[in-house]
């Protein structure tokens, strides 16, 4: 027989065979080839659903080829198997590369173990599983998905153990997540003694203006929270009022515009009025809308006003 028909008749034949000889066999290739070979012999070894083989696998890191690489993740269970033995293994190497496959990968499924590694002893673990959970967040958004209990489980777990690990990007994660954040989580940003509201500031200067905006509306439910998002909106540029003021919905409703009356200056008004008139039209008249939805002196109103028909600061 040629080679390769040889090796897919060897492989089909040791992948249906049981046995720790086969097992042995399929570990061997898996250690010593590359490409479709090891691939194959690779999802042979996890399809077994046994530990101690998804370890094996884990525990080959870096040999793995690019073939085998995408055959893993093209199957979220295989994912799953070979990234929760990885995160078993006492190697940190080992563990930083299993958040690395479910990183690589996308699976939404897997972002509980994005939670648990967020535990790791080691930092570099930590940092990694904390941008992998953001980054599958924020994937939602461009695709207009609506992030799945998955993605919000992890993050209401991620958030649970947050005094321990304290990434920026769990919470930026957390953000993301809009008017989908879980209750417990919007709950634990409203608690003085979590003394979250620093980070989140911070936070919250990372992101985009089109991720933080049903966040931002949404703190201001909170009694201690909202203190966040009016600070935020007191001292944020046109592009962000601009942003911000498309959520028309939002401005609607009463417990917003309630709170917006909080907000007696606005630094884009006092500043830079002239910026108003370099947003795209829907955009200014967004910022406009929120402006006025704020507790402004008649001055800075008219101010407002003077700039949107005239573009003259003087008027």
Not at 146 to 159: F, K, T
Request: proline content about 6%; hydrophobic content about 50%.
């Amino acid at each position: 027989m040629d080679g390769e028909p040889f090796n897919a008749a060897l492989l089909e034949t040791l992948a249906s065979t049981p046995g720790r000889s086969a097992e042995r066999a399929l570990l061997q290739i898996a250690q010593v080839s590359t490409g479709p070979l090891q691939a194959a012999a690779v999802v042979a070894l996890l399809r077994r659903r046994e530990d101690r083989l998804a370890s094996a696998v884990a525990r080959l890191g870096g040999a793995l080829s690019t073939d085998a690489r995408k055959a893993i993740q093209a199957e979220p269970a295989l994912v799953e198997w070979v990234a929760k033995a990885g995160l078993a293994d006492p190697d940190p190497a080992i563990r930083l590369g299993a958040v690395e496959t479910i990183r690589r990968a996308g699976c939404t499924s897997c972002a509980y173990l994005l939670a648990a590694a967020l535990g790791d002893a080691t930092g570099r673990v930590r940092v990694l599983a904390a941008q992998a959970l953001r980054a599958m967040v924020r994937m939602a958004r461009p695709q207009r998905r609506v992030p799945g209990e998955h993605l919000r489980s992890a993050v209401r777990s991620a958030m649970a153990n947050y005094a321990y690990h304290q990434r920026p990007e769990v919470l930026q994660a957390a953000v993301a997540l809009g008017f989908h954040c879980p209750a417990e989580v919007l709950a634990q940003f409203d608690r003085p003694a979590a003394r979250l509201a620093g980070p989140l500031e911070q936070a919250l200067r990372g992101l985009t203006p089109e991720e933080i905006g049903p966040f931002v509306f949404a703190l201001l439910r909170r009694p201690y929270a909202r203190s966040v998002s009016l600070r935020l909106i007191a001292h944020a540029g046109w592009p962000l009022l601009g942003a911000l003021g498309l959520h028309e919905h939002w401005l609607a409703l009463g417990f917003v515009r309630q709170a917006l009356k909080a907000v007696t200056t606005l630094d884009a008004v006092t500043q830079e009025p002239a910026g108003l008139c370099e947003l795209p039209a829907a955009r200014q008249g967004g910022a406009i809308r929120l402006a006025l939805a704020c507790g402004l002196p008649p001055r800075q109103r008219q101010m407002i006003l003077a700039v949107a028909l005239t573009g003259d600061v003087s008027a």
